[in-house]
């Protein structure tokens, strides 16, 4: 079992920074993929970023790819979403997910957070 809580969202204006963060419970944190979603109003839920167990590998959706940047402490049980340049299409509301096999689809995930809002001024 992994309870995941997000923090780190709010307002920026386009061009500004924001770093999310995502603290997980559960003593086998590093054995799951971990993962960055977002959904805007009126639209479905799409994929972000991932990392892979250790860090080793990360992946990135086209749109952010450059951007924004997924890293993982396994030591603190911690994924980090740091975002870079934003732009009005990035506001969203943001999920932190785990899954026990890497993948960029929504019904793969386990595990979810509560959502943290990003909202880009232009």
């Known amino acids: 079992q992994v309870q995941l809580v997000e923090s780190g969202g709010g307002l920026v204006q386009a061009g500004g920074s924001l770093r999310l963060s995502c603290a997980a419970s559960?003593?086998?944190?590093?054995?799951?993929?971990m993962a960055w979603f977002r959904q805007a109003p009126g639209k479905e839920r799409e994929f972000v970023a991932a990392?892979?167990?250790?860090?080793?590998?990360?992946d990135y959706a086209d749109s952010v790819k450059g951007r924004f940047t997924i890293s993982r402490d396994d030591a603190k049980n911690s994924v980090y979403l740091e975002m870079n340049t934003l732009k009005p299409e990035d506001t969203a509301v943001y999920y932190c997910a785990a899954a026990t096999f890497y993948s960029r689809r929504v019904a793969n995930y386990e595990y979810w957070g509560q959502g943290t809002q990003v909202t880009v001024s232009s």
């Open positions: 990392v892979r167990w250790a860090g080793a590998i990360t």
């Open positions: 559960g003593r086998t944190f590093s054995m799951y993929a």
